[in-house]
């Protein structure tokens, strides 16, 4: 089993930061990468970034490249979500998950309970 807590959500202006956490523990090595989702009111919950452990390749969606960014601590297993350039469209709830690195839900299997992040305009 793999423990995933997310935190750092919150209410931020258009244009405005928020860096989200996500600490992972448990069987954490038998996961290679750690992901980040996001669920809009209404609309289906969608892939926005991922790490691997090893190595450190990130990948991203189209939506956050050049204003989002994925980091690790290795040390500490846990995974940072830095979100620069907030517009409304950001807001969801964000949830970081522990999978095999790709943009596929069904390759991640365990998920934290999600944080709030609101964009106002």
């Known amino acids: 089993q793999v423990q995933v807590v997310e935190s750092g959500g919150g209410l931020v202006q258009a244009g405005g930061s928020l860096r989200l956490s996500c600490a992972a523990s448990?069987?954490?090595?038998?996961?290679?990468?750690m992901g980040w989702f996001r669920q809009a009111p209404g609309r289906e919950r969608e892939f926005v970034a991922a790490i691997r452990w090893s190595g450190g390749r990130t990948l991203y969606a189209d939506s956050v490249k050049g204003r989002f960014t994925i980091s690790r601590d290795n040390a500490k297993n846990t995974v940072y979500l830095q979100m620069n350039s907030l517009k409304p469209e950001d807001t969801a709830v964000y949830y970081c998950a522990a999978g095999r690195g790709s943009s596929d839900m069904g390759e991640y299997d365990y998920w934290g309970q999600g944080t709030q992040v609101t964009v106002s305009s």
């Open positions: 448990g069987r954490t090595f038998s996961n290679s990468a």
